[in-house]
């Protein structure tokens, strides 16, 4: 396990232009790559607002609605709802 997520901090430090093959959604590192530039390391907000303890299917929602200036991020269904519990797993 530590060292697929050794490997993912790689990919994940290696750009968002990296489309690998289908794996299973690490949410922490999807969601520090994705997200916490705009909504903070924690979802206690940066320059988006604060979205720790949010509802993981509205949490999912928005990010499959990508709002702007959210972009339209490169996840598949299943990472979206990772992401989607795991900031609904942030403390608020
Ligand atoms: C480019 C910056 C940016 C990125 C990256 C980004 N967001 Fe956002 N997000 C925003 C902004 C700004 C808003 C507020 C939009 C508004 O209120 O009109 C927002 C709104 C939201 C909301 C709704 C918040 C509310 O109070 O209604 C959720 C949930 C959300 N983002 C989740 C995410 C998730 C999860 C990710 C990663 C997959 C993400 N966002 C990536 C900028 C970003």
Redesign the pocket.
Known sequence: MKRILVALVVLALSGPAWAGPPMAADAPAL?KR??A???GAEGKGG???A?AG?PAS??AG??SAH?P???K?E?TPDQIAA?GRY?SSLKK
Do not use: D, G, N, R
Request: aromatic share 4%.
């Open positions: 969601y994705s997200c530039p705009c909504h320059t988006a607002p979205i949010k509205a949490v928005v990010v709002p200036p959210m972009e991020l996840l992401v900031v």
